[in-house]
C-alpha cells in the first residue's frame, strides 16, 4: 500500500548500538520516551521485542496510547513485518484513525556511539486528517528524540 504521509527523523547517540537497541526494543524503554505525554499498555509477555515474542506478519497485541498514561486517545494492532535483534524492527500495523502505520526503527554503530533512526510512513482512515496527524506524529517523535538524546548523551546536540 503506498502511504501518502512519512517523514524520518535520527539522532546520533553516545552510548553504545547494544545498549540503545536493549532500550529501544522493549516497550519499558518506548515509555520513558513517550513520558508524560503518552503511554502504551503491553503484556508482560511482549515487553520486550523478541523473534520468539513477536512472530512475523501477525498481530502480537493490541497496544492502547493513554494520553497522560490514563486516558484512551488510540490503539495500535502491533505487528512486526521484519526484526533483526540489535539492528532494527520494522512494524506494519492498523490504528483506529489509521489504516496503515510503518515505523522502521534501525540503531546503527558509529564511533563508539550509535545512530538511531526512526521512519514513519501512514495512510490515515479519514483523508482530511491526514496533514494534523502527520503534524501530530512529528510532534510526538521529535519529543521521543529529545528524550533519547537526554538519556543516551546528557541532552548533546
Known sequence: MDCPYSFTISSSLAAPAEQVWAHASDFKGINREFRPLLRMTYPADKAQMTPESFPLGRVAFRSWLLLFGVIPVEYDDIALAELVPGRH???????????????????????????????????????????????????????????????FDGGAR
Do not use: N, Y
Open 89 to 151: 524492527f520494522s512494524e506494519v500495523s492498523g490504528m483506529l484513525s489509521i489504516r496503515e502505520w510503518r515505523h522502521r526503527r534501525s540503531v546503527t554503530p558509529e564511533g563508539s556511539g550509535c545512530v538511531l533512526q526512526d521512519e514513519i510512513a501512514f495512510t490515515p482512515r479519514l483523508r482530511l486528517m491526514g496533514p494534523i496527524q502527520v503534524w501530530l506524529s512529528r510532534l510526538v517523535f521529535k519529543r521521543r528524540h529529545r528524550a533519547l538524546r537526554r538519556l
